[in-house]
Nanobody, 123 residues
Framework: QVQLVESGGGSVQAGGSLRLSCAAS?????MGWFRQAPGKEREGVAAITSAGFTSYADSVKGRFTISKDNGKNTLYLQMNSLKPEDTAMYYC????????????????????WGQGTQVTVSS
């Protein structure tokens, strides 16, 4: 069992930046960030493997950067040029399996989930 603890959410004006963190308690091969806005389904935002391969949703490409500090076993999401439509609960996800990779942005690829951290972007 891997425990995931997110932090770094908050409120920011459009155009601003936030950095989310996710501390993992055990081994993970791939990790990702998902988000869910009120009334919408949860969607994949960005993912990264231990080999450093990354993937992004089209809506955040060029604005968000996913990274991982393997020594600290911590995942990050640097979010720049934030827009009101980025407002959502952001969830960290992790999985120890080397297989089961479908691009990293679907829920079925992950076994473990954090509790979420709220990001609110005002116009």
């Amino acid at each position: 069992q891997v425990q995931l603890v997110e932090s770094g959410g908050g409120s920011v004006q459009a155009g601003g930046s936030l950095r989310l963190s996710c501390a993992a308690s055990g081994y993970t091969y791939k990790m990702g960030w998902f988000r869910q806005a009120p009334g919408k389904e949860r969607e994949g935002v960005a993912a990264i493997t231990s080999a450093g391969f990354t993937s992004y949703a089209d809506s955040v490409k060029g604005r968000f950067t996913i990274s991982k500090d393997n020594g600290k076993n911590t995942l990050y999401l640097q979010m720049n040029s934030l827009k009101p439509e980025d407002t959502a609960m952001y969830y960290c996800a992790a999985d120890p399996r080397r297989g089961n990779w479908y691009g990293g942005l679907t829920e079925r690829e992950y076994l473990y989930w954090g509790q979420g951290t709220q990001v609110t972007v005002s116009s």
